[in-house]
């Protein structure tokens, strides 16, 4: 019994941590790159404008950065809960 | 050295390494041939993934779709990468722990359904073959272009070398020929960015450069090139202009991303990886090595823009332009090509740049007879990169191989999702289960042969619709694969019948809303209704209807959830197992 809750949570905690991901995902791309650039307008980058910047390297980098936190969080949980591989 | 004797050497020693690569990683074993025995090292698998990825379209046509609209196409930028955290977060893992083969057998065995299996077959038959189309033409033009070979003997030489390496080697051989593939398309592309960075900025990083100042003007790239834009007649660069709407611009990047997800060649490569730890791994290697190409095209389209505009009117665009004889020899050399022509309107032997539809202040003046750089083809930002940053030959000679790798990669990536959908779903596991591996191995060699003869008759006698195919293939990803995958593995319950219907009504819908308005299968004035903004229902783009359609799916398959019973305990069971990461092992056969 004491397994299947810990599985439980294991997943639970998978689940919250994809959503924070998936949020800054959402965020830097839909949001800050396109939605939010009007409000992003008076902060220059460059002979542009952040927004512009996420559009075309910012999102990308946010992205790079996301997964291998992901992947070292993952790693850290797995170990936690005993559910790594051997 | 004549250039073409360079450009010989080059392309010639990359496909003796390509070849020498697949006579050394020879597949003993379907999980050989399938997965490279699951033996594959995360970081090279990111590098491989890469190539898989990067098309010859990706190499030569990204900066130039980029440069040519400016802020509005960042959506390709953002689409293609972001699909990536999907696959890290979503899917990658669980698959690799399911440790199957392909993309179908996770959907057969998750949903217990041959039917589904099937489906799956088909959206994935449908959207490989035509992706493979483009990569096989893109071959044989990069042939054609560098080394003055005819398109089809171009085509015939790239299927053959193809052929050796994913024939005999399979999985294993197309992995480490896609690492050596990675590391001459990505050296081939980043050399000449740094050096036209160099020289337009002072700074060696066109990711920096992109964003500093421009050294003639003094002004930042980015500003000067609005201004030298806007003074010819053209839109600004960096601003939000019709037809793209901010609207679409989200929903054409979200289909992107679910569809570069949901694409069965991409999701296979992380199948090659021994544990589960490597697969998220993995999936963020694959994106720096993607990112580092990326990051650079931007940067050299909007580069390689402001340096032609310049090089025209070399006294700022409010001053008489270069006349014809004065031109610099690249392009003299690219004229041949075809891709850039002029057209003395005026007949006073300057070159008039400027947009005709919406003619500036000094055209009307001036009384100028229209825009006389007639012809101003997107690729001639990274194919004439080298001559214009003044660089030696054998940098031409890399592009030349850079970009033939770039299309053999991706084309071997979908040559082994075409064959493993065939060799093993549809004869292994559902008609013939009776064949022994050995005989399932020779099948899976003999459908790679079949699937590389019919991409190469494709490649030669492209359908009409070639061009569109990849809206399609996108849509139907993202339509179809993306959210029975994902149910899979994040709902418990999810069953057979609302898999199946799940995944018709997301296929369904969006290849009848792309049909509706680019025609039955593309043909011209077979669309029902014009394509045009006001047109489109809600006013979403055919383009961007991928997103749209895997909601539909995800909807459809809840709602036939609800009316019939839940998945049975067993495939529950297996879900949880698919879940956590213990007890992934090796090589798993069946």
Redesign the interface.
Known sequence: MSEKKS?DD??KA?IRI?TI??VI?ALV??GF???L?PLLAGIP?????LG??F???G???T??V???Y??WY??RL?RE?????E | MDQFVINLIFVGASFALYIGIAIWARAGSTSDFYAASRGVNPIVNGAATAADWMSAASFISMAGLIAFVGYGNSTFLMGWTGGYVLLALLLAPYLRKFGRFTVPDFIGDRFYSKTARIVAVISLLVMSITYVIGQMTGAGVAFSRFLEVDNLTGLIIAAAVVFAYAVLGGMKGITYTQLAQYCVLITAYTIPAVFISLQLTGNPLPQLGLFSTHTDSGLPLLQKLDEVLVELGFHDYTGLHEPQTTFNMVLFTLSLMIGTAGLPHVIIRFFTVPKVADARKSAGWALVFIALLYTVAPAVGAMARLNIITTIYPDGTQNQPITYDERPDWMHTWERTGLLRFEDKANDGLIRYYNEANPPQMAIDGGWQGNELVTFNQDILVLANPEIAQLPGWVIGLIAAGGLAAALSTAAGLLLAISSAISHDLLKRTFAPGISEKQELLYARISMAFAIVLATYLGANPPGFAAQVVALAFGLAASSLFPAIMMGIFSKTMNAAGAIVGMIVGLGSTVIYIFLYLGIFFIPGTNLLPNTQDAWIMGISPLSFGAVGAVLNFAAAYITLKMTKPAPEEIQELVESIRVPKGAGGAVDH
């Open positions: 599985t294991y997943w998978n994809i991901c998936m995902w791309s839909f790159a396109i939605i650039r980058v460059g002979g542009t404008d512009f910047w559009a075309q390297q999102s990308i980098l992205f790079i996301l997964i291998f992901y992947t993952m790693n797995d809960f005993g559910v790594e591989e």
